[in-house]
């Protein structure tokens, strides 16, 4: 069972993914951590975001340590992943992982939860269920405040509104996997819910699905 959730930064597609896979004991992979671990390696080695073949050999020789490193959701590392994310090379060096762990999830589990931008649409177009999570630019842009305020980041909210616009306009408008809901997909739009809404409303229709 492969569950696909995609959706722009700050929709709380992140927090759903989680939940879900830990509901139904299914394997969970934030495939923006892929995006943001090359960003990161980009950005520690002093490559330019513009480089496409640069970027492309970090992404192929990303290793699940670099997953795990501190700093990979601080905002200039989120507007980095945006940028490398869109260079072909560095896509489909990231796409076999994806595909992997969504055909034979780690740990014997028995399905697989997949959050991003391009799940339903590229990496796993067969998945069994779709969700495009959004909400409104403003309420994104609030949630993400908050989050790097708690964080300890100086940040004041326009700032944050300008580059989560931004990050909509590059992601969306990218030629290659761009953010879009798959047609096959149910869009659960957030910004007037909480996350244990939306889970609510999520666990209904995989319910139905498994039905
Ligand atoms: O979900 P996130 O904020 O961690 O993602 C960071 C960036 O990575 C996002 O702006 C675009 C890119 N990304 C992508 O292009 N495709 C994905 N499946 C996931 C993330």
Avoid: H, W
Wanted: charged letters at 30%.
């Amino acid at each position: 069972m492969i569950i696909a959730i995609d959706g722009p930064a700050a929709a709380g597609k992140g927090t759903l993914a989680r939940r879900v896979a830990e509901a139904l004991g299914y394997a969970y992979l934030d495939t923006g951590s892929l995006y943001r671990a090359t960003a990161k390696k980009v950005l520690d080695q002093e490559i330019d975001p513009d480089d496409e073949q640069g970027c492309t050999v970090v992404a192929l020789n990303l290793t699940p340590a670099d997953l795990t490193v501190a700093g990979l959701r601080s905002e200039e590392v989120g507007q980095a992943a945006s940028k490398v994310s869109a260079i072909p090379g560095v896509r489909s060096a990231l796409l076999r992982f994806q595909r992997d762990f969504a055909a034979n999830p780690p740990d014997g589990k028995t399905g697989a939860v997949l959050d991003g931008r391009d799940i339903g649409t590229v990496v796993c177009p067969d998945a069994d269920i779709k969700f495009f999570v959004t909400a409104s630019t403003e309420v994104r842009a609030e949630r993400r405040f908050k989050e790097l305020r708690e964080a300890g980041e100086d940040v004041i909210y326009a700032r944050v509104l300008e580059e989560m616009r931004e990050r909509d306009e590059r992601d969306t408008n990218r030629a290659v996997a761009p953010l879009k809901p798959a047609e096959d997909a149910t869009v659960i739009d957030t910004s007037g819910l909480d996350a244990d809404q939306v889970f609510e409303q999520a666990r209904d229709i995989v319910a139905a699905k498994q039905a």
